[in-house]
């Protein structure tokens, strides 16, 4: 597989999904209609209005904007994979255009790795990208408003350092999010791969029983909750997006790394995400097989 | 002439229903064949057999390889435009272009340009916005701008005009039948590929009830329009076929000299219709 025609996959996935825009554009456009709202409300009928703002050395105000915002696109991020992976190897068959896609010379490992690699890396750059567009917009009105209030907190809205090291932090969970959550989105993809479109199935139904019922037999036939503890597991790094927002680290000037950056790389030195990383690839493995035994009914 | 595609023995079962039953084939390089039979004689999921889209059982080997191991790379020389549409419908002509062009190293932007041009396709357009036949006419641009070595075409022609189906069947002709280039046409549309093609196959209830040049069939079967007073003799001679035209009777033959059916009637050109008529409604078993 070459590079040109791997890039042309990965473009058609974005084109299939409006380069996966739209939803984060809806939801900026909110988040900004609803800052400005309310900035608009506290100036008409707060007669003392007053804006507490972080210190700026420890806590800059920009950054945890940055960070607020970050967690919500983060968490809808890891939504909008898993309903990419549950059906877009169903799609294709709802739609009857995979007979087209085979028709093309192309393997149904290259199909499927595109829509891996889409899932894995593609989808998180954008979001970021989406992410950043809004913090930066959210933040000039903001400085605007408390500016045209009398305030002046353009050095802690802005501190450039702090902006660039939480955005490059925020990238770093954006991308390591998926990697780490691999072997539950690699299981989306299966389900995509495995319900039928004559049943009409959800695969994103399949993808949640399946699972669901896991949970609540192992304890009961077993007496054990590997499946469960193991769930517990994968999902630590949510509980860690929440703590950083609440509870900021220190921020240093410059282009030093917050502290959480260490939290993130260290997911890297964690056996859980080798081994997830290694069941994913079954899932994708056995995924790649079913679209290659998908036949179209009669 | 080398052959490009040979199946031994293909079955294909759905469940407990089979739907090809020993089909055996070879065709060859260079030819125009025409795959006939009634609707749901087993013609699209042959294709499918030969194209590695289905799994089967039995030999099939397609431009040497396995199909179903080698589906990708034997669509690097094979263009298949099914029956049914199957673009996907999100996209829009020019990104559609653009995509072929990347992803396929046969295909020729200009040259579906220069189709598109002949019709009323824009490019902006996207392919939900399309009525059935500009997309049966966008798909079939997208099979002629691909230089490939094996074209199989599964109803090209469903959902066209008439004008169009004269114009697509005159770039067939002229564009794409270079004698070196293998097509391989379904259609139970008998008349519109009567005079194309090189090679007939007639399927019935997925077996094979014909499979023999154009030529050959056109020797062995004869159509006698009978002299007045002589429709019995004829009749007594095992006709395959028999129908009244204008009070007179016409009988189709199988395997007679035209000599000895001269004697009791008019040799007539014998049309492929009647012969794919004859061809299906004998018992395949």
Redesign the interface.
Known sequence: MNVTRFAALVRRELWERHWFIRPWLILSCLLVFFGLVGLTLVALFSTTFEIRVQDSVTHPSGAILFLGLGTIFGLILLLRIASYFAHTLHDERMDRSYVFWKSIPVSDTATVGSKVFTGLFVIPVVTWVCLIATSLILLFFLSLATSLLGHNFWGSFWAPGSLISTSLYLAAVFLTLPLWFFPLLAWFLLCSAWSSPRIRKSPLFMALVIPAALLLLEPLLLGTDLFASWLAKLFTPIKLILMHTYNPPHWSYGLTMPVSWLDWARLFTQPELWWGGLIGLIFTALAVYLRHRTESHR | MPVLVETDALTKR?KNQV?LENVSIAIEEGSIVGLLGPNGAGKS?LI?CI?G???YEGQCRTLGRDPRRS??????NT??V?D????????SVE?LL???C????RFSESEARRFLNQTEIKGSSKLYKLSKGMLVQLHLALALATDSQLLILDEPTLGLDVTRRKEFWKQIINDYSDGKRTLIIATHLIQEVEHLVSHLILINHGRITLNQSMDSVLEHYQSVLAFPGRAQDLRAMNPVKEQEVFGRTVFLFEGRSPRELAQYGEIHQTHLTDIFEAATQRDPS
């Open positions: 759905y739907v999921t499918q194209l889209l289905l799994a589906r990708h790379l034997l669509m690097e263009t298949y099914p049914q549409l199957c673009l996907p419908l999100w996209l990104q653009q995509f072929m990347s992803i396929h190293p």
